[in-house]
């Protein structure tokens, strides 16, 4: 079996969403604005640091708007309170054009491929030990400091707040501890002592453009944590393998929810979970990223 992380996590969180998802691969007829708007803000930025590891001019903004009007004008999203299509432009454009001052300034370069490909959008499949079974990721960034050499594992994130760098998540989210594994497993010959330094997270905070005072959106300077320690990575591959026993026994249970306000009501197949009413869902297409 081919698993991946966010498959891991959506079964973590509930067996039959899993089920809805993946097997019967349906999703809501509503895109939530938050999917939409990270996957144009993803697409254009995965091309323009292509571009910039080539040494080619790109202009960002051109594709942004490009990419925005054909996600924005072919759905019917789902905005949060008090945002419109406008706000989702301006807010895009805004953090678009802040992007390549922020990123020079981060020493920042993409590692490039044994076939001469900047690692951007790398798609990695690993072998998890022991076991017939494989693990796939698609990494947004494997880059290098050109003032001292270190590799490390980056991920893009449009957020819609900051992530507090006290917090522990940075330390130990399973995602990160997924990717160093994935790139020490299958790019180790690219890597001094084969090893990744560090994983980190760099953040795109998707504020409106405030209409007098206020701070508006934000491209913020890399969070950077500490690679994973044996234990670490030990503990996620036995999530893996956990899971994968669950869903060969094919087992799609619902969580307990004892809590009252309980976090089904927030489910995009809740209406479908309790009611068997596919009202408001369709069959999901295969998603192919425009990198170039």
Known sequence: MRISCSRVQTY????????????????????????????????????????????????????????????????????????????????????????????????????????????????????IPNSPHELHMVLDLVVMNSMNGQVAVLDLKTAAQKLDPESHFGHNTFQLTTYQYGVERTLAHLLEDGRVSNVGYMELIKRKIPKTKGQGPTVETPLFFPRRSRELVADMLNTYLRTIRELEQNRFLRPPNLAFNSPCQMCDYAQLCVFNDKQGLREREPYIAKVA
């Open 12 to 127: 973590s969180s509930c067996g039959r969403q899993y089920k809805y998802r993946y097997i019967d691969r349906l999703e809501p007829i509503v895109t939530p604005f938050a999917l939409a708007f990270g996957r144009v803000i993803d697409e254009t930025l995965s091309e323009y640091l292509v571009q910039f590891a080539y040494g080619n001019s790109f202009d960002l903004v051109t594709d942004f708007k490009s990419r925005f009007e054909a996600m924005f004008s072919s759905r019917a999203i789902k905005y949060p309170q008090h945002w419109d299509s406008d706000d989702a432009l301006k807010t895009g454009l805004s953090l678009i054009e802040s992007f390549p001052e922020k990123w020079a300034s981060t020493n920042l370069i993409p590692v490039i491929d044994n076939d001469g490909r900047p690692m951007v959008q790398k798609e990695i499949i690993a072998p």
